[in-house]
């Protein structure tokens, strides 16, 4: 099976979504659903994907279990739940509970958007992560090099527990590389609990002045630090549209893996998803 670890649907039309306020995001300001993504799926080869959250609220989780029940190519619904709130553990249940809720097999939160760096080590946030991984669910950490030092101490701190770090940590492309996050990325991957996906990249280099070749010095450092077992393909649509189309994502990311030998791009365009999310 092939999967894409790591895409997104939303409508601006029916929800607020903060961090598309920014005029440069005009172009992905619209409706992106099942249909639209089915398709180009079809056309790249991939079989299966994880579905995201994007904004926090209960009910786009709610939604997305549901667009998992009816659409099985949603293999995995990485979904908001406040990690704060004290009654998470029976939150967590419910949503469970519910049609396609055998598919929630993560939660994330929009880290870096947060004022304080430390806020994945504040005392209710550690323990709304133990509600999560006493449900076997996995975390997706969405952080910036700002919040890898709290994201290091807190995979430290649950070191039986699943972490998956998204689009690498998010690396300065297109001002350059940073010792900053090349030593975090390294010291976050010798955690051995967490897995690194290989998406978002391309948005994070000039829009309309990259390829692969500029992307591939930092698959190639994250290939190093966590190896061939804990790297994970995402394509990050309809938010990669921004920089190109889901084939030009697709292609670019194959290139940089094969060219760190096929086992490297075979496990990560899906034994590696499947292990990371617990995939039936």
């Given at each position: 099976?092939?999967?894409?670890?790591?895409?997104?649907?939303?409508?601006?039309?029916?929800?607020?979504?903060?961090?598309?306020?920014?005029?440069?995001?005009?172009?992905?300001?619209?409706?992106?659903?099942?249909?639209?993504?089915?398709?180009?799926?079809?056309?790249?080869?991939?079989?299966?994907?994880?579905?995201?959250?994007?904004?926090?609220?209960?009910?786009?989780?709610?939604?997305?279990?549901?667009?998992?029940?009816?659409?099985?190519?949603?293999?995995?619904?990485?979904?908001?739940?406040?990690?704060?709130d004290g009654a998470l553990d029976e939150t967590l249940d419910r949503l469970r509970a519910l049609p396609g809720g055998g598919r929630l097999v993560g939660i994330r939160h929009q880290v870096h958007d947060e004022a304080?760096?430390?806020?994945?080590?504040?005392?209710?946030?550690?323990r709304g992560l133990t509600a999560v991984f006493t449900r076997d669910l996995a975390y997706d950490l969405l952080v910036r090099t700002r919040e890898l030092p709290a994201a290091i101490s807190t995979a430290q701190a649950?070191?039986?527990?699943?972490?998956?770090?998204?689009?690498?940590?998010?690396?300065?492309?297109?001002?350059?590389?940073?010792?900053?996050?090349?030593?975090?990325?390294?010291?976050?991957?010798?955690?051995?609990?967490?897995?690194?996906?290989?998406?978002?990249?391309?948005?994070?280099?000039?829009?309309?002045?990259?390829?692969?070749?500029?992307?591939?010095?930092?698959?190639?450092?994250?290939?190093?630090?966590?190896?061939?077992?804990?790297?994970?393909?995402?394509?990050?649509?309809?938010?990669?549209?921004?920089?190109?189309?889901?084939?030009?994502?697709?292609?670019?990311?194959?290139?940089?893996?094969?060219?760190?030998?096929?086992?490297?791009?075979?496990?990560?365009?899906?034994?590696?998803?499947?292990?990371?999310?617990?995939?039936?």
């Amino acid at each position: 099976m092939i999967i894409d670890g790591h895409q997104h649907f939303w409508d601006p039309a029916r929800a607020d979504y903060p961090w598309m306020e920014a005029d440069e995001l005009g172009p992905i300001r619209r409706a992106f659903g099942p249909a639209d993504l089915a398709p180009l799926m079809k056309a790249n080869g991939i079989d299966a994907s994880i579905l995201v959250q994007c904004r926090s609220a209960l009910e786009e989780t709610e939604q997305f279990l549901h667009i998992a029940h009816e659409n099985p190519f949603v293999v995995g619904v990485v979904g908001w739940a406040d990690l704060a709130d004290g009654a998470l553990d029976e939150t967590l249940d419910r949503l469970r509970a519910l049609p396609g809720g055998g598919r929630l097999v993560g939660i994330r939160h929009q880290v870096h958007d947060e004022a304080d760096p430390d806020w994945l080590l504040r005392e209710d946030v550690q323990r709304g992560l133990t509600a999560v991984f006493t449900r076997d669910l996995a975390y997706d950490l969405l952080v910036r090099t700002r919040e890898l030092p709290a994201a290091i101490s807190t995979a430290q701190a649950f070191p039986q527990a699943r972490f998956v770090l998204d689009h690498a940590a998010k690396p300065p492309i297109a001002d350059g590389a940073s010792a900053e996050w090349t030593d975090g990325i390294a010291a976050l991957a010798a955690c051995g609990n967490v897995w690194c996906k290989i998406s978002g990249l391309a948005t994070e280099a000039v829009w309309n002045d990259w390829d692969a070749d500029r992307l591939f010095p930092f698959v190639e450092h994250a290939a190093r630090c966590f190896g061939e077992d804990r790297l994970i393909y995402g394509s990050d649509w309809p938010v990669c549209l921004l920089a190109g189309g889901y084939g030009e994502i697709k292609s670019a990311l194959e290139a940089c893996l094969a060219r760190l030998g096929p086992r490297v791009r075979d496990k990560a365009f899906g034994v590696n998803a499947k292990a990371a999310y617990r995939l039936g």
